[in-house]
């Protein structure tokens, strides 16, 4: 079955340390992007990729770093730039502008 | 600045009564508009897309309309369940110079009472 997946799905890191979330898509989708979610709110974009090798800030990369050397693959590191990291991942991606497929999430905690 | 708005309230409502949500965008141009539901600790789901040349979408019971003069889309829910309860997005895709850079709403929250 076609898809995107999230891995892991629970995530803890300690003060100072880098994490890596991964997300794969077999879509064969050209764009993908990463968003967070804190409690009762909605979507901030953090990264998107539209073609591999490429991809653009969102409006709050700040603290994130992102890759795209694979189509299927974007992965997002956390780093300890970043100073309030626990939130709720979500890797999504499109073809053209139409319908987002999402993963089913990161929820990442410091610990 | 561009900014997707939508009811931050959550919505009440009784079984089988329509429920309307409201989505408005500024600075923004968009050629689609998309709605999503998405359920607690899981990630959104697509549920319609509406074109800037499009009145009005139904898919069952939803019903989506876009006025593009207004910069508003309202989300329709007839014959509401309890089944429908969930938050509901609205999203945007804008076209920038690094690609399509898809932006959500904050999202409402209906919940629909027996």
């Known amino acids: 079955d076609g898809g995107i997946t999230q891995s892991p799905k629970y995530l803890f890191r300690k003060e100072g340390q880098n994490v890596t979330l991964s997300c794969e898509q077999n879509?064969?989708?050209?764009?993908m992007y990463w968003y967070r979610q804190d409690p009762g709110q909605g979507l901030r974009l953090i990264y998107y990729?539209?073609?591999?090798?490429?991809?653009q800030k969102g409006d709050i990369a700040e603290g994130y770093s992102v890759s795209r050397e694979k189509k299927e693959s974007f992965p997002l590191t956390v780093t300890s730039a970043q100073k309030n990291p626990t939130a709720f991942y979500l890797c999504a991606s499109t073809r053209d502008r139409t319908e987002a497929f999402f993963g089913q999430g990161t929820r990442l905690t410091v610990v | 600045s561009q900014k997707i708005e939508q009811n931050s309230e959550a919505l009440n409502i009784q079984e089988g009564k329509t429920a309307t949500l409201t989505c408005n965008y500024t600075?923004?141009?968009?050629?689609?508009l998309q709605w999503y539901r998405q359920d607690p600790g899981r990630g959104p789901v697509f549920l319609l897309l509406?074109?800037?040349?499009?009145k009005e979408k139904r898919k069952e019971r939803l019903k989506v309309t876009f006025d593009t003069t207004l910069k508003q889309s309202l989300f329709h829910i007839t014959a509401s369940q309890p089944a429908d309860s969930a938050t509901y997005l609205c999203a945007l895709h804008l076209l920038t110079g690094g690609g399509n850079k898809l932006t959500f709403g904050t999202g409402t929250q209906l919940k629909v009472e027996l």
């Open positions: 990729s539209q073609i591999v090798n490429d991809f």
């Open positions: 879509l064969n989708h050209d764009a």
């Open positions: 600075n923004y141009s968009p050629a689609y």
């Open positions: 509406i074109r800037e040349n499009e």
